[in-house]
């Protein structure tokens, strides 16, 4: 069904407590499919190491999966953390899942490793700060812009050289490549659900710079977003205690499967965790369908977004996907 308003959705493959990572990695296909018929535009995968709570570290793997059981909406990657790859290796993967789902792949790009330090060392990652080089060779491997004359890697043809490279998002979380994105004329997301930074600030200096291209002859800012949505405001909160102990640990290290409700509940808060869950749950939306799109749409306004991406991290499977639908049906055209 059509929707009034672009969503869209980021999956990050949370594992449940007591749950297995393959399972939660097969269940992919049922929320893109819901996802797709509901009208959602997007649905994107994070690349992420090392994380017995999330399970999407091969999201080129999961990209070609969900494209091949649905037909029209875009599966891409928010996203490839570029410096754990090769350039041509992420061109060639890129334009071989282009050339298999013609028009629906996006390629999202992050500098952040997505992983601990001994991760990354496994990973053979570079330094971020390699970044600004890798993204150009990048973008030469895909046809976009062209090596030097001089330049070493000129002569290699990537493959396949008849398919091109999808569309090039930056991802950000602190406004700092927002600039950059624009005046290299790409598409630029905003991780909201994450970061306490604005995102106004970084989308008014991405739209203020912003050169047009062949993928994006307009800007298009994303706006990432943690919600959870379900018929009473009650149960939203109650779902939502799962990503409260979550978030915790995470900012602790601890990487672990996602707790029940009742685990999270039941633990123990200190008053100095109690007020880190309250920061957190100001940039998150908890609550039904009418307060959740009051919400998006405070954000949206406050932002300057061009669409929202939702990601949901539920302990409960069947939870997470009526959270997505409540979500569209109160957005229905």
């Known amino acids: 069904m059509p929707l009034s308003f672009p969503l869209s959705v980021l999956d990050l493959v949370p594992v449940p407590e007591g749950g297995s990572a393959a399972e939660a990695l097969r269940r992919t296909v049922e929320l893109a499919g819901l996802a797709e018929r509901l009208g959602y535009a997007r649905y994107w995968f994070a690349e992420h190491h090392g994380m017995p709570s999330v399970a999407s570290a091969a999201p080129e793997i999961l990209i070609g999966h969900v494209a091949s059981a649905t037909t029209r909406i875009h599966v891409g990657a928010g996203g490839i953390m570029l410096p754990n ?15 298999l789902h013609p028009g629906r792949i996006d390629l999202g790009l992050g500098r952040a490793p997505g992983s601990d330090g001994m991760a990354s060392r496994a990973l053979h990652a570079s330094d971020g700060h390699e970044f600004p080089v890798q993204l150009t060779e990048l973008q030469a491997f895909g046809g976009t812009r062209a090596f030097p ?129 309250r920061e957190y749950r100001s940039r998150t939306l908890v609550g039904t369908p009418a307060q959740l799109r009051a919400g998006i749409e405070q954000r949206v306004r406050d932002s300057g977004a061009d669409e929202v991406m939702i990601t949901s991290n539920l302990y409960d499977h069947a939870a997470r996907l009526r959270s997505y639908e409540l979500l569209a049906q109160v957005f229905a055209a």
């Not at 790859?85 to 050339?99: D, G, I, Q, S, Y």
């Not at 994303?222 to 939502?240: F, P, S």
């Open 149 to 277: 004359a001089s330049h070493p890697y000129r002569a290699i043809q990537p493959m396949p050289g008849d398919a091109p490279l999808p569309p090039i998002w930056l991802l950000g979380s602190s406004g700092a490549s927002a600039q950059w994105a624009g005046s290299l004329g790409l598409g630029y997301s905003f991780a909201s659900h994450f970061s306490p930074t604005p995102a106004g600030p970084a989308f008014r200096a991405y739209r203020d710079s912003f050169q047009p291209s062949a993928a994006f002859p307009r800007p298009h800012a994303v706006l990432g977003l943690a919600a959870v949505c379900a018929e009473t405001e009650a149960e939203a909160d109650r779902l939502a205690a799962t990503m409260d102990l979550a978030w915790l640990r995470i900012r602790r290290g601890e990487f672990l499967p996602l707790p029940s409700p009742e685990t999270a509940l039941a633990y123990p808060y200190s008053a100095q965790e109690r007020e880190v869950l």
């Open 85 to 99: 790859h090769a350039p041509l290796k992420v061109a060639e993967l890129f334009r071989t899942l282009a050339a």
